[in-house]
């Protein structure tokens, strides 16, 4: 194996493991030698993924809504006292909420992207971070989106709450860079997992009308996107820190 994508004996925590991007990701992980600790608030699909990796990998599951800063904590405290150590944290479980412009986002949808899209990355960094400052290192990857690096037409409390992902990243990585804890955001542009199973969405026609706003003309594979989110977690890939990486076929190059 490449030691540059070699996660042996590392552990890393995964939110949102249950589907998409965090069960792709969990699986990869678990290929390349990984002890993972993974969440999501469906439980069935969390045991589901468990199930889907080789029995040889040392994996433990905890089901929760991430919008709970117990939950958040639960997680650490999972990982430090069945490992020892937590080396990288994803914070990837995410909403989107029905596509609508801005004078119709009602409070109920602006205070649940809030809950999970922003309180569920702060209270994860909230323990992540003093086990990696104990143990003078440790990687932190947010998942934002494009959308939290520019307007997302109908999606305004989304591309709101993912905008402060980037910020949250951006002065993470500033107050702990000389302490070794390095906190990065992947941000990437449309792809079809769960997430788009929204109205307006949900169709491949409309699907492929969202690959035509990508000079690739296309929508990423999901594992597309995790394969980036691999490379950007490489052990190797050590002095990287503060980024919001576009994953997003070029559309920022525009
Ligand atoms: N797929 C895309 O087009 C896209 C684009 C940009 C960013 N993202 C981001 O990627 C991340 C992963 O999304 P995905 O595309 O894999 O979608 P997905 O819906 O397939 O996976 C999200 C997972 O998060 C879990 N989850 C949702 N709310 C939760 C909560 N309150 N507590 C714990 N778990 C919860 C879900 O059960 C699900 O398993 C999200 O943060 C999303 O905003 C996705």
């Known amino acids: 194996m490449d030691s540059l994508l070699d996660f042996s004996d590392h552990v890393v925590l995964v939110t949102g493991a249950g589907s998409g991007f965090g069960r792709l990701l969990a699986q990869g992980l678990a290929l390349r030698g990984a002890k993972l600790v993974l969440s999501d608030i469906n ?27 117990s939950v958040n904590q639960s997680l650490v405290d999972a990982a430090v006292n069945q490992f020892g150590r937590l080396d990288i944290a994803v914070n990837n479980a995410g909403i989107a909420h029905q596509p609508a412009p801005v004078h119709q986002m009602t409070e109920d949808i602006i205070d649940r992207q809030f809950a999970v899209n922003v309180k569920g990355v702060m209270f994860g960094m909230k323990y992540q971070i003093p086990v990696m400052l104990a143990q003078k290192q440790g990687h932190i990857m947010n998942v934002s989106s ?23 990243t951006r002065t993470a990585a500033v107050e702990y860079g000389r302490k070794n804890v390095r906190v990065n955001a992947i941000c990437p542009f449309y792809s079809p997992t769960n997430i788009l199973n929204v109205d307006g969405y949900n169709t491949p026609e409309a699907q492929a009308q969202l690959g035509m706003g990508s000079p690739m003309k296309r929508l990423a594979d999901p594992q597309e996107i995790v394969n980036t989110m691999l490379l950007l977690l490489s052990p190797g890939n050590s002095y990287m820190n503060g980024q919001t990486i576009a994953v997003d076929g070029g559309v920022t190059a525009w």
């Open 43 to 69: 439980e069935h699909a969390l045991t589901e993924v468990r199930q889907s990796l080789a029995s040889s990998c040392d994996a433990i599951t905890l089901a929760g809504d991430i919008a709970l800063e």
């Open 146 to 168: 494009l959308a939290g690096l520019g307007g997302a037409p109908k999606g305004a409390a989304y591309a709101a709450a993912k905008h402060a992902v980037a910020g949250v």
